[in-house]
């Protein structure tokens, strides 16, 4: 049974979900303003609001008959029997609530009793929680009426790294990570890009309304490519523009990311873009984790630790 619920949690989205969050916190030991049990909790709060979101989507998706015979990829847990719409949603409830201690807690170790942060950031963790739930759940999810590739960039971009970042109360607001947290959002939303355009003909049929149906097929392939193109482009200006010129050649690490898209806006085989979707989202998340590697190196932190 074990085995079950942890392919329901589809570990292979982990990497990605909490790249961004490693990133915020590799700016910030930039900037001389890191904390262990600040990166560690972050960390532990992304992971679980992935799997929260994991296993709502799963009973989201089967509430609403999405999960037909035409689906492609890992079977769901809960339209192939596997696990009962009652365990699942008690597991949702269950992540629900581990989730909000986790961020309680950290939120507790990042800034104690400041009113101040504790306000904007309740918001943000309660915003967190419900986007988690409410991508398919519900009577009106978001991500069935083609809002699902904005809170992805808004919340896999610019929450997690930009609210990571400002986890760490040394780190100056006025070197907020905004163009990486804006990248790392494009590419984030690219791998929702990719599943959606392997799904198309399957939310059609369930009436299912994603960007990339409102696209159409071609229009949606375009969009990848601006997507990891904008990416790259955000990656480039902040490199430059903060004079952090030695890791330019850390760009060459996002070749698979642009493979991975060429090989998207050629082909339109299910299968294909299937094993595409775990590309893009392997890549995504190992060009994240290296680029937050490459910051800190290049600010020389590793040799004062």
Not at 52 to 73: C, E, I, K, P
Not at 82 to 107: E, G, K, Q, T, W
Not at 127 to 150: E, Q, V
């Amino acid at each position: 049974m074990l085995n079950i619920w942890i392919r329901a949690a589809r570990l292979r989205t982990l990497p990605l979900s909490v790249s961004g969050v490693i990133l915020g916190g590799a700016a910030a030991a930039s900037e001389g303003a890191f904390r262990p049990a600040v990166f560690a909790l972050s960390v532990l709060t992304a992971l679980l609001l992935q799997i929260l979101s994991n296993f709502a989507n799963d009973y989201g998706d089967y509430t609403h008959g999405t999960d037909g015979a035409g689906r492609v990829g890992p079977s769901r847990a809960v339209s192939s029997g596997d696990i009962s719409p009652r365990a699942m949603f008690r597991a949702v409830l269950l992540f629900s609530c581990l989730s909000a201690l986790s961020a309680i807690a950290l939120f507790w170790v990042s800034f104690g009793l400041n009113p101040v942060r504790w306000g904007a950031f309740a918001v943000l963790g309660g915003a967190s929680i419900a986007a988690a739930l409410f991508y398919t759940m519900g009577r009106h999810p978001y991500g069935y009426n083609g809002l699902g590739d904005f809170f992805v960039f808004v919340f896999f971009g610019l929450v997690a790294v930009c609210g990571a970042y400002a986890l760490y109360p040394e780190a100056p607001l006025s070197r907020l990570p905004g163009l990486p947290a804006c990248a790392t959002g494009l590419f984030a939303t690219a791998v929702l890009n990719v599943n959606n355009i392997r799904d198309m003909e399957n939310d059609r049929a369930s009436g299912k309304e994603t960007l990339a149906l409102r696209l159409g097929a071609l229009g949606a392939r375009r969009y990848h490519l601006a997507l990891i193109g904008l990416g790259l482009l955000c990656w480039v200006v902040y490199l430059v523009g903060t004079e952090r010129f030695r890791i330019l050649p850390g760009l060459l690490a996002a070749l698979p990311l642009v493979l991975s898209a060429k090989t998207v806006f050629c082909t339109t085989l299910p299968e294909v873009l299937d094993a595409q979707l775990r590309r893009t989202s392997i890549s995504a998340g190992l060009f994240n984790l290296l680029m937050a590697v490459l910051l800190i190196w290049q600010s020389g932190v590793f040799l004062a630790w």
